[in-house]
Nanobody, 116 residues
């Protein structure tokens, strides 16, 4: 069982930056694909960024060149560096650890609000 705890959310002005962290429990963290999703009010949850166990990354078109996902397997932590934030980035951000249908774990989420 993998438990995930997100942190780093908050209120930021447009153009600002935030760094989200997701701390995981479990010694097999390194083999999971780690993802960040977000869900804005009235919208479906969407994949923002993902990083495989081998370090390959993928991003939603809306965040490319602004967000960077990374992982530290020694610290059992995945990060999402968010730069040039826009009001439309406002959402609850969720950390996800995925290894298959029966190994799909979620954190509780952290609120990110981009507003002046």
């Amino acid at each position: 069982q993998v438990q995930l705890v997100e942190s780093g959310g908050g209120l930021v002005q447009p153009g600002g930056s935030l760094r989200l962290s997701c701390a995981a429990s479990g010694s097999i963290f390194s083999i999971y694909t780690m993802n960040w999703y977000r869900q804005a009010p009235g919208k479906q949850r969407e994949l923002v960024a993902g990083i495989t166990s081998g370090g390959s990354t993928n991003y939603a078109d809306s965040v490319k060149d602004r967000f960077t996902i990374s992982r530290d397997n020694y610290k059992l932590t995945v990060y999402l560096q968010m730069n040039s934030l826009k009001p439309e980035d406002t959402a609850v951000y969720y950390c996800n650890a995925f290894l298959g249908v029966y190994h799909d774990h979620w954190g509780q989420g952290t609120q990110v609000t981009v507003s002046s």
